[in-house]
């Protein structure tokens, strides 16, 4: 009996914790169809390259996920401040994807550093002992540094990207290999040159010529077949995949009918990141060092690779957006329109692979009016420009010149940066306000660019105000931006002087978007002028304040402290 009265107890709970369970699950879903209701999945919104938000970050400097890859090849070396590995790798952007950070600050495109395989030993060019912590100094294109995590890391990482609908930019490097160190021998002579180091006075002395002293430049101009180096044969052996490697160059080259010249190698080795992961695009390192048929090939195949890559995984692909490739072509500016003149040779990169170009011009535009700075891009992107598209930033890993590196207003650096015309680049920290001017000590100080690559200030967000209100900022115009393709991508028009006012319209196909904004409104009442832009009756909302408010005599009337305001048509 007491058996029988003990199952009975068993059974009762047993009820209760699956009723219970399925009470939880309810409650869930309900909570999750509120929430699905409410916010659009960033991937269901209309994409375009031209008006991408975009995050940059140094991987080995903004989170580490997996502190038991801090350590690999020996890299104990003395360095300068901020010149060794510090810990952030590929499992660390996974964990911020999956916090929604980046979804949150509107972001809709992750541009990580290099995460190649870099030399192993250091090197010390008269800044400080260096690592290749920054990723540019590649030993093999065909493996990944374990201080950045493995190729498993890095799959994962794409594929989380992908389902929180953001695009993922790997940044890569085909003008040089790594410095030759005492444990770093160079790849062979037919492979590179050593010298003479680039002068910059012509297209020749820029583009055939080591960058900087102890840098070997890939012989990216010649059509000469040339060997693996013995030492790249003999790591693959090591690592049990030679005749893999070998059997995939060699269906490589049957395709294209590439000649077996250093170029086409590193092409081939670039792309397998497209083709076996779904990479959605390239920011192409040094580009005005290479000669221009070089991106030109670089992009066909990344191309062909994407495409294969979205055939056999059809429920993966996010829109129909080609391959993309942004080049960093050292001071070009917005104003240069379609070419970079070497002053021997004009070259417009535009026509070999290129949809976007970064833009060294904001930072000193940005010190001007908003207006002259929007009527100034709108007008070259809807004329030179057409169709293509620059990136924009105001700070960066190696310019030494950004704009208000103080961070004395990180509340108008974003609205400079995220309102102007083009795709935009957020330099991790911008939205944090970390600091990119340390100096280090008398006897130790932080040299060159060093000082740009702090690690990512979580604890001063996690502990200060201040600085989670200057990201609270960042993330309203942020996701404005990225809701709305006319802010980026659209067209700009003042609608008024004082308070100033201005619209953005994108039509594409069937698809339009208008937005209305005001910049330095003042406190309390403020009438802001629509007319011609929104019609009497209209129901706006104001997403900066969690506003509605309806148009009337050609204006919309907002009574809060704020200085700016972002309007959207109300749903």
Same mark, same amino acid.
């Given at each position: 009996?007491?058996?029988?009265?003990? *199952?009975?107890?068993?059974?009762?709970?047993? #009820?209760?914790?699956?009723?219970?369970?399925?009470? #939880?699950?309810?409650?869930?879903?309900? %909570?999750?169809?509120?929430?699905?209701?409410?916010?659009?999945?960033?991937?269901?919104?209309?994409?375009? @390259?031209?008006?991408?938000? #975009?995050?940059? $970050?140094? =991987?080995?400097?903004?989170?580490?996920?997996? %502190?038991?890859?801090?350590?690999?090849?020996?890299?104990?070396?003395? =360095?300068?401040p901020l010149r060794s590995f510090m810990g952030g790798d590929i499992q660390g952007i996974t964990q911020k994807i999956e916090e929604g950070y980046f979804s949150d600050l509107g972001i809709n495109a992750i541009w990580f550093t290099p995460v190649v395989e870099q030399i192993h030993g250091s090197t010390d060019e008269g800044t400080g002992n260096t690592y290749g912590y920054h990723g540019y100094w590649t030993k093999d294109w065909t493996d990944l540094d374990p201080n950045f995590g493995t190729r498993k890391d890095l799959e994962t990482m794409v594929k989380t990207a992908h389902q929180h609908g953001i695009r993922v930019l790997m940044d890569v490097v085909i003008n040089h290999t790594g410095p030759i160190t005492d444990i770093d021998q160079a790849w062979p002579e037919d492979w590179i040159r050593t010298e003479p180091t680039c002068d910059f006075a012509n297209y020749e002395t820029t583009v055939e010529c080591t960058l900087v002293d102890n840098l070997p430049d890939i012989k990216t101009e010649s059509n000469e077949p040339?060997?693996?180096?013995?030492?790249?044969?003999?790591? @693959?052996?090591?690592?049990?995949?030679?005749?893999?490697?070998?059997?995939e160059l060699q269906l490589f080259f049957e395709r294209t009918g590439y000649p077996r010249a250093p170029r086409f190698y590193i092409i081939k080795w670039l792309t397998d990141y497209v083709n076996n992961l779904g990479v959605d695009g390239f920011r192409v390192d040094t580009v005005k060092h290479v000669n221009e048929n070089t991106w030109a090939e670089l992009y066909k195949e990344a191309s062909y690779a994407f495409e294969n890559w979205k055939k056999m995984h059809p429920d993966k692909v996010l829109d129909e957006q080609p391959f993309y490739m942004v080049g960093e072509v050292y001071n070009y500016g917005v104003s240069s329109g379609r070419t970079y003149d070497?002053?021997?040779?004009?070259?417009?990169?535009?026509? +070999?692979?290129?949809?976007?170009?970064?833009?060294?011009?904001?930072?000193?535009?940005?010190?001007?009016?908003?207006?002259?700075?929007?009527?100034?891009? +709108? %007008? #070259?992107?809807?004329?030179?420009?057409?169709?293509?598209?620059?990136?924009?930033?105001?700070?960066?890993?190696?310019?030494?010149?950004?704009?208000? *590196?103080?961070?004395?207003?990180?509340?108008?650096?974003?609205?400079?940066?995220? $309102? =102007?015309?083009?795709?935009?680049?957020?330099?991790?920290?911008?939205? =944090? *306000?970390?600091?990119?001017?340390?100096?280090?000590?008398?006897?130790?100080?932080?040299?060159?660019?060093?000082?740009?690559?702090?690690?990512?200030? @979580?604890?001063?967000?996690?502990?200060?105000?201040?600085?989670?209100?200057?990201?609270?900022?960042?993330?309203?115009?942020?996701?404005?931006?990225?809701?709305?393709?006319?802010?980026? *991508?659209?067209?700009?028009?003042?609608?008024?002087?004082?308070?100033?006012?201005?619209?953005?319209?994108?039509?594409?196909? +069937?698809?339009?978007?208008?937005?209305?904004?005001?910049?330095d409104l003042p406190k309390g009442k403020k009438s802001l002028w629509v007319k011609g832009f929104f019609g009497d009756g209209t129901k706006l909302y104001d997403t900066y304040s969690e506003t509605e408010v309806t148009v009337a005599n050609g204006k919309v009337i907002l009574e809060n402290d704020f200085n700016i305001a972002l309007l959207e048509l109300k749903e």
């Open positions: 009996m007491k058996r029988l009265l003990s *199952a009975v107890i068993i059974l009762s709970l047993l #009820i209760a914790c699956k009723q219970e369970q399925k009470d #939880i699950v309810k409650e869930v879903a309900v %909570k999750t169809d509120t929430i699905s209701k409410t916010i659009k999945p960033a991937k269901d919104i209309p994409f375009a @390259w031209e008006g991408a938000n #975009i995050y940059f $970050l140094l =991987t080995d400097r903004f989170n580490n996920g997996n %502190k038991e890859n801090d350590l690999n090849f020996e890299r104990t070396e003395p =360095t300068g040339v060997e693996l180096p013995d030492a790249l044969l003999a790591k @693959w052996k090591d690592e049990g995949r030679l005749s893999q490697e070998l059997d070497f002053t021997d040779k004009k070259v417009d990169y535009f026509a +070999n692979g290129f949809k976007s170009l970064i833009n060294f011009e904001l930072k000193e535009d940005a010190k001007k009016d908003y207006e002259s700075i929007f009527r100034k891009y +709108n %007008k #070259i992107l809807n004329t030179d420009l057409i169709g293509k598209s620059v990136v924009n930033y105001l700070t960066s890993h190696d310019d030494g010149n950004p704009y208000d *590196a103080e961070r004395t207003d990180p509340f108008k650096a974003a609205n400079v940066l995220l $309102l =102007t015309p083009g795709a935009s680049q957020i330099y991790y920290g911008d939205e =944090t *306000a970390r600091d990119i001017t340390i100096e280090g000590s008398v006897q130790n100080p932080v040299q060159g660019d060093a000082s740009l690559r702090s690690f990512m200030n @979580w604890k001063e967000l996690d502990s200060l105000s201040s600085t989670q209100e200057i990201l609270k900022h960042w993330k309203k115009l942020g996701t404005f931006r990225r809701d709305h393709l006319a802010v980026g *991508a659209g067209k700009h028009r003042r609608l008024g002087k004082k308070p100033y006012v201005f619209s953005r319209t994108y039509v594409e196909g +069937n698809y339009k978007d208008k937005v209305a904004i005001g910049l």
